[in-house]
């Protein structure tokens, strides 16, 4: 998303109430309600170009694909926050019947934007290294052929791999893909 503008604290409760009439997403993380903007061109595609290379089965395994609207509830923190793709593998776990916020995703991908992008590699990252299902996290520039794959290795130990130019390859374990840079920016114009 292009920029988060934040607002005062409340609770879990509140926040549910208020997201089930609002016209903007919300994201709730530890208290306070940040109101997102919506996305450019470059986001979209990025998003769109991951999501259509991600493989709905491998093997015997099956995975789950949401996308920017599908809700994140990270226990730990009390936190919802909206990641651009997340891919759990086998049943997703949901919160409630009505299926607004899912718990178990493998794999999350963030494009970043200037306006997220410290915020998406610390206090989100800090956010989601608290899912145990989580293997895989994935930031995404959307101004140069630039990817950060952070891969868990161990308890509370990631390993981060840079990814730079059209030609490198992304290497996303958890799903077995691997995917080139030059496609997942197809269509992506840089300024």
Request: charged share 20%; glycine share 4%.
């Amino acid at each position: 998303m292009v920029a988060l503008i934040h607002q005062s604290s409340s609770t879990v409760e509140d926040y549910l109430k208020q997201e089930e009439k609002a016209v903007e997403k919300s994201e709730f993380i530890n208290g306070t309600i940040i109101t997102m903007a919506g996305a450019s061109a470059n986001h979209n595609r990025l998003t769109l170009n991951l999501s259509r290379s991600l493989p709905l089965e491998t093997g015997e395994q099956n995975y789950e694909i949401f996308v920017s609207d599908m809700r994140l509830w990270i226990a730990e923190f009390q936190s919802y926050v909206y990641p651009d793709v997340m891919v759990i593998q086998g049943e997703p776990e949901f919160t409630n019947a009505q299926q607004i916020a899912v718990t178990n995703p493998c794999l999350i991908a963030e494009v970043l934007s200037t306006s997220t992008a410290g915020f998406d590699k610390s206090q989100k990252f800090t956010l989601y290294r608290s899912i145990p299902q989580l293997q895989e996290y994935l930031l995404i520039d959307q101004t140069a052929y630039r990817v950060e794959l952070y891969s868990r290795v161990g308890e509370r130990q990631w390993l981060l791999t840079e990814l730079i130019g059209e030609e490198a390859i992304a290497e996303l374990n958890v799903v077995n893909l691997q995917i080139k840079l030059s496609d997942l920016y197809k269509r992506v114009k840089f300024e």
